[in-house]
């Protein structure tokens, strides 16, 4: 996990790198998947606008495991990340970044007293990826069923 943090923050770092980054984490599920319950924490410790590329992998990675959300961590780093996120990266990935949204958006539903508090980071979410007003993302879809 260490080395996959590594990778994120040096690959990250300028814009020219990023389409590698990329390729490096579509060839990292195994380290993703072996290193579920640390993927969390991991995300944690990354920065919101400069590993935005990295940090959705590493909560997509985190939602797959059994019980991902206990004790609201994900649902509230995950707000909390959409909210701050680079849109010039999360628009490189716009599959991944709408998965993400859409386990956000799931884990939301199951506790309706969480619903509301989701709705202003998915219209935060939908002005990152949309390219235009006028375009309509899978991520309308999520903030409309909340």
Request: hydrophobic fraction near 40%.
């Amino acid at each position: 996990m260490d080395t996959l943090v590594q990778t994120i923050t040096a690959l990250s770092a300028t814009p020219d790198n990023l389409a590698q980054l990329i390729q490096y984490l579509k060839g990292a599920d195994n380290v993703l998947d072996n290193a579920q319950h640390n993927c969390l924490t991991a995300a944690q410790h990354l920065d919101a606008q400069q590993h935005s590329l990295g940090i959705v992998y590493l909560l997509i990675a985190h939602a797959k495991r059994p019980n991902p959300n206990a004790n609201g961590a994900f649902t509230e780093y995950t707000g909390h990340f959409l909210r701050n996120c680079a849109a010039q990266q999360i628009q490189q990935i716009p599959e991944q970044f709408c998965a993400l949204c859409r386990k956000y958006k799931d884990m939301l539903q199951e506790d309706h007293r969480l619903a509301r508090l989701g709705m202003l980071p998915l219209m935060a979410a939908l002005q990152r990826l949309a390219p235009s007003r006028e375009h309509l993302t899978p991520i309308h879809a999520d903030l409309f069923q909340l």
